[in-house]
Structures are given as C-alpha cells and as structure tokens.
C-alpha cells in the first residue's frame, strides 16, 4: 500500500508539505482500475491547520491518497504505475527526490511545491529521524480487518441445491469435488456420468450458460459416475467461491443432503499461501488428509490410502477457499477425506497429473478421448474465469 | 459457532483458564498462541466451527515433524497439567463480523465454563502516544477487575495499563452496547463520517471486541498488549507469551522445548515469512 500524506508544518525545510486549495470543501475521489493498483482512495480531510498570513500557506488541508496494491502485483510496478498516475495529474507537480520503502507502505519525497502543488512527506520531523514509528499501513492485514467498526458486508441469499430426484439425502461410497481447472478438465471427459443436480450461487449468474453441460459453464453441476462406481458422486465447481462463501456451500455439500462415506477434493496449490518453490516446469501435487482418514490405513490396517505416492502438504504452508472449508467440514465430521493439491495450476502437463492421480483412484474409468487427445485437454486452459466469457449471450 | 469435541478427547473442566489471540498488527497474538500451544505439548480437543471465520486448511503446525495432522482456522487445545485451555485462530474474521465473532466465542468460554479468559494481542507502534525508555518490551494491560481497567496483579507483575482505555469514550461505550446486544452494529455507521481521533484507535482494535463480550458474559478478562511495528515480530511473539506465563504462574523452564527458557518453536515458523532464498542465483 502507498500512503501519501501531506501535511502542514511549522519546518519547510523537513517537512515541505504545501498543500494549496480554495476552499475548504471536502473532496472524495474514488479511482479503480489502475494497473497493479486495487484501490485508489484520494480524501482531503479540510482542518485548518494554519492561518499564518506571513507564509505562503493560508489555508493548510490534510490529503491523503491511499493506494492498495493488488496481491501480485510486483512491488516495482505498483510503485511505478503509481506515480505515472500523480504525474497524470494535472493539478500537481512534483519531483520525486528520494524514496524509501517502510513497512510495506512507499513514501515519495517532494520538492519544488507550487500553487496547487502538493508535496509527501512524513507528519512530522520525528518520524522522518525514526522509522518506526512513522504509521505505515499494515501489509499482513486490511485496515478493515482490524476494525470491530468496519460494516459488513450486504447480506447474500443463501445457496442451495437442486436435485433431479427426490430421494434424499444422498448417501455415495466416495464424493469427488473438482474446484482446480486440470480436474475440470479431466472430469469433462468422463464418458459415464449423469447430471442429477447442481448447486445454486445465487449471486452468478446462469446467463451464458449453455443448455447442455458445458466445461465453460459457469456452474457446480453434480453428477453421478455410473456403471462400476454406481454410488461415487462428482461435483464440478465451475465458477469462483469466494472465501466469504466457502464455509455455506461447504456445509451443504457435505453431511446434509449429501453423506459421503469418503471425500476426494481436487484443488492447486496456491502460490500465494505456498511457502516453497513454485517452478513452472515443475509438475507435483500434495495432500492433506482428515484424522478418520489416516486412522483408515494406518498402524497395520489393510486399508490402504485413497491416494498412494503423495506426500503431505508441507507445514507452514496453507490452503483457503472453498477447498479448505470442505476438508474443515470433513475433519469435524469425522469423515473420511483427501484433498489433493496439484501444480501447475493449469496446462496439459497439469492435467495428465491429475489424470494418472484420478485413474489411481477410479481405474475403470473412462475418458472420452478424441484424436487430439492431450491437446483437447490443454486447450482447457483456463476453466474460471475465462476472458472470453461473456454473460450476454446463452 | 459450534464446538466439536475430537474423537477420543473431551473438554477438561479443569482447565479454567482460557488463553487466545486477537487478531491485531504484526500476528503478535497468533504467535503467541502459537508458541504456548507448542511449548506446554497442549493436546488439541476440538475445533470450533464459525461461520465468520475464514476457512483455511494446511499441515500440523507443531511438529516436531509434520505427520499429516490436519490444522484447521480455529482449533481448542488443553494442557491439563497447566490447567489452562488455548484457542488458536489461524485466519481473518469476515469482513464487519468481529463483534458477532468475538460473541460467539464469549458464549463458547461461558458454556465451557471458563472463569478467566486472557486475551493476546499487540498494538501498533504508531499510535504510540506516551513514548517511555522501554523501547516497546513494555507490557500494557486492560483487565475487568475493575471499572478503570486496572489490576493489582497485573500492577505487582511490573505491567502498565494502558493509559487510553476509557471506557467511557464513545466507542468503548458503544461495544459495550453491542456486546451486551442492545444495539444494531447498523446504528454505529454514524462513525464512519466524523473524523476520527486518537482515542477511537483502540476501541476499533479486535481485542476490544473480545474484551467488551467477555464482560458481558460475566468473564474475568485480562489482556495483554505489547507495541510493536510489522516485521519479524517473533520476538514479540516470546514476550507477550512470556508475560502470559507470568500471569499464568508457570515457568517456562518446565516446558519441553529446546530453546532459551525451554520454549518450543513451532515447526510452522520455518517458513513463516516465506520460503528461503533461491541458492540456485549464487
């Protein structure tokens, strides 16, 4: 985050804060969109702070611009994208003399202030001398993590599932849960599998959707894998949950109108929360099981895990998501579950991964595999959010 | 919120002490938490299940080696022989939820019939006012043993309180309204207009949060605060959980760890502010 503050000082030559207006309206600006920039706030709290007429500075304003950063946004770029947009700015001035980063927050050293020009700098002498107790914003936290004031926000309608049978709830031997885009691909090409249900998000939208089940869909269709695996369920999750949701829809997926005896959830490792390398080039998947799970195939059982060859999660490292919150309910259900993670989050060599792992589990089933074989899976590239989706057009 | 107990274990209600974290700059709280939880060997009993905590899932974050053991966001661990229950919470609480948040687990330390709960948690060196020579290692505390906050025990133990708590300032009147349920959180939007002073920085902190609804459901509440700036803040870390061992009476030199005093890092820490650099560039 980039906090720019200026404000008033008795010391022009520390603290060159001049900050010009006419008047003493309250302004709020509210620009997104910036590259690498989440937020651009730009508030001037009008204070009158000095009415020194001997000085160039009659009337003395508080400004802050606050600038978020996105999660991955390169700290260079940010910085960059943020002050191609000040100097965009036509009412203001400036040439930057030095910079400093602190704490995760940027301050931009001023000079050369002119009418209408304003100039960043710390709030007083002592926090130019001591870093640390300059207020940088937090970078683990959001401000509004940290405030029991913050408002919450507008309350969503709950999601639900639709069945094409009645018979509830429906008991599976295993529930399979494909949220990572190489699982959906992979899933897709099940040849034998029926569409009984699907789970509503109220807040996406069906239109866009096609009339037959499509990999580009944004849906969370529910299917039952038949033949052999008569009582296996699959879910494809087809669209984004987001954190806030994650807790609801787990909780329906799992132990109400559904009760799995095992769970299986597909999901990538995500780079954000991961605290090893992450190449490319690399192909892997980790898992992470329930206690009821390991007790399975432990201490001499003739149980063997759902997924053989895989090594644990690595501690310190996290998922979150909707991956998360079914695990969590799995574990607190005393239910059998597995959540696989695999890298790289999308490409053909991903989707071959997950494959050989699915076919580890379910080695009768069949894939539907045209002649272009592994390249068809690839060209799934990107199942959520692809560029390409429109919601105008069924 | 729901408290599932783990299979085989249960609640002890001997362990009427609760210890846990507010979330606050720097994971102060957390790591605290986490390093008493892994030095005193607390056996987890069971998990809490709230819907306004984010959810998030990775691998034993104890140790010594990693086994598997599923963590999840908010977990409740017991060490018998400290007769003292610990909750962990490894994750954001929803967005405007925290006073819903910090009464569901008000409710949870009532029901599990708690009689003291300590509340851990750090404040930002910024909003420092009262700047002394303890460059920060100064432990500041708010209790309910008396309506000013203060407390002999905490007093006896060296520790300041915190000099800005006034419960009679808006903001902490207003969580006490919301914490004893006689308000609407919608009716406190009339803050978000006014300016803002120094005095509502603290009140707006979780741990207020915690504080007020712990006292509303009749619980002694001690918390302890420690400055500190982001950062490596696992020194932080060892003096707030040290400070709670003062006010626990245990001694860290009957923990099982292999550091200084005895104390146990968590295998987690490893990696706790990222991996390690990429040996390959050199």
């Given at each position: 985050m980039i906090k720019i503050v200026t404000e008033n000082s008795c010391d022009t030559a520390n603290s060159i804060l001049c900050f010009y207006i006419s008047n003493k309206k309250k302004y709020h600006f509210n620009i997104l969109e910036l590259n690498y920039v989440d937020c651009l706030r730009f508030k001037i709290k009008a204070k009158n702070k000095n009415k020194n007429k001997r000085r160039k500075v009659k009337w003395a304003f508080t400004?802050?611009?606050?600038?978020?950063?996105?999660?991955?946004?390169?700290?260079?770029?940010?910085?960059?994208?943020?002050?191609?947009?000040?100097?965009?700015?036509?009412?203001?001035?400036?040439?930057?003399?030095?910079?400093?980063?602190?704490?995760?927050?940027?301050?931009?050293?001023?000079?050369?202030?002119?009418?209408?020009?304003?100039?960043?700098?710390?709030?007083?002498?002592?926090?130019?001398?001591?870093?640390?107790?300059?207020?940088?914003?937090?970078?683990?936290?959001?401000?509004e993590d940290l405030n029991n004031f913050t408002p919450p926000s507008p309350p969503l309608p709950s999601p639900f599932l639709l069945f094409s049978s009645l018979d509830k709830p429906l008991r599976s031997s295993l529930l399979i849960i494909a949220i990572s885009s190489p699982s959906l691909s992979v899933f897709h090409h099940v040849a034998t599998k029926t569409l009984i249900g699907t789970l509503i998000l109220p807040e996406i939208p069906l239109s866009g959707n096609s009339i037959e089940p499509s990999v580009r869909d944004k849906s969370c269709n529910i299917y039952a894998l038949?033949?052999?695996?008569?009582?296996?369920?699959?879910?494809?999750?087809?669209?984004?949950?987001?954190?806030?949701?994650?807790?609801?829809?787990?909780k329906l997926l799992i132990g109400e109108q559904i009760i799995p005896e095992r769970v299986l959830i597909m999901d990538s490792v995500q780079s954000r929360n991961f605290r090893g390398k992450l190449s490319p080039d690399e192909t892997f998947a980790f898992k992470l099981e329930t206690s009821s799970e390991r007790k399975e195939h432990s201490d001499g059982s003739s149980s063997s895990p759902?997924?053989?060859?895989?090594?644990?999660?690595?501690?310190?490292?996290?998922?979150?998501?909707?991956?998360?919150?079914?695990?969590?309910?799995?574990?607190?259900?005393?239910?059998?579950?597995?959540?696989?993670?695999?890298?790289?989050?999308?490409?053909?060599?991903?989707?071959?991964?997950?494959?050989?792992?699915?076919?580890?589990?379910?080695?009768?089933?069949?894939?539907?595999?045209?002649?272009?074989?592994?390249?068809?899976?690839?060209k799934l590239d990107q199942i959520k959010d692809h560029p390409f989706d429109s919601e105008l057009y069924t | 919120m729901e408290f599932i107990v783990e299979e085989g274990k249960h609640l002890n209600n001997d362990c009427s002490t609760l210890v846990l974290p507010a979330l606050s700059i720097g994971n102060v709280g957390q790591l605290a938490v986490d390093l008493l939880i892994s030095s005193t060997r607390a056996e987890r009993i069971g998990y809490l299940d709230d819907p306004y905590v984010l959810p998030c899932v990775g691998n034993d974050a104890y140790g010594p080696i990693p086994r598997g053991e599923v963590a999840l966001p908010l977990e409740a661990?017991?060490?018998?022989?400290?007769?003292?229950?610990?909750?962990?919470?490894?994750?954001?609480?929803?967005?405007?939820?925290?006073?819903?948040?910090?009464?569901?687990?008000?409710?949870?330390?009532?029901?599990?019939?708690?009689?003291?709960?300590?509340?851990?948690?750090s404040l930002d060196f910024g909003q420092w006012q009262r700047i002394?020579?303890?460059?920060?290692?100064?432990?500041?505390?708010?209790?309910?043993?008396?309506?000013?906050?203060?407390d002999d025990d905490c007093e006896k133990l060296g520790w300041k309180k915190l000099h800005e708590y006034n419960p009679a300032q808006r903001r902490w009147k207003y969580l006490s309204t919301l914490a004893a349920g006689n308000a609407m959180q919608e009716d406190g939007l009339a803050f978000e207009d006014e300016l803002e002073d120094e005095e509502?920085?603290?009140p707006s902190l979780p741990f207020a949060a915690l504080l007020s609804c712990f006292k509303a459901k009749g619980l002694k509440v001690t918390c302890l605060l420690c400055y500190c700036s982001e950062g490596d803040n696992i020194p932080d870390a060892f003096n707030l959980a040290d400070a709670a061992c003062k006010l626990l009476e245990l001694s860290p030199q009957n923990f099982h760890g292999d550091q200084g005093g005895n104390w146990a890092i968590p295998f987690s820490w490893k990696t706790v502010y990222g991996p390690p650099p990429d040996m390959s560039l050199f």
């Open positions: 400004c802050e611009v606050t600038f978020r950063a996105r999660k991955t946004a390169p700290l260079a770029a940010f910085i960059t994208s943020v002050l191609d947009f000040l100097f965009s700015l036509r009412l203001f001035k400036f040439l930057c003399l030095d910079t400093w980063v602190l704490g995760g927050s940027f301050g931009v050293w001023i000079s050369e202030p002119e009418t209408l020009a304003f100039v960043a700098e710390h709030r007083s002498r002592r926090n130019m001398e001591d870093v640390l107790t300059e207020i940088p914003p937090p970078s683990r936290f959001f401000k038949n033949d052999v695996y008569n009582s296996v369920l699959l879910v494809s999750v087809q669209y984004s949950v987001s954190a806030e949701r994650s807790h609801a829809i787990a759902l997924l053989k060859g895989l090594d644990y999660f690595p501690s310190g490292s996290m998922v979150d998501g909707l991956a998360a919150a079914l695990l969590s309910q799995c574990q607190m259900r005393n239910i059998k579950g597995t959540l696989c993670v695999s890298w790289p989050e999308f490409g053909g060599s991903g989707v071959s991964l997950v494959k050989s792992i699915i076919k580890e589990v379910l080695p009768s089933l069949e894939f539907s595999v045209n002649s272009d074989g592994e390249d068809e899976y690839s | 661990y017991d060490s018998s022989l400290n007769k003292l229950t610990l909750v962990q919470q490894r994750s954001p609480v929803l967005k405007g939820m925290m006073v819903e948040f910090a009464k569901n687990l008000a409710y949870f330390a009532a029901d599990s019939g708690k009689k003291h709960v300590i509340v851990l948690s002394d020579m303890s460059s920060g290692s100064q432990i500041y505390y708010i209790s309910s043993a008396n309506m000013d906050g203060a509502d920085y603290y």
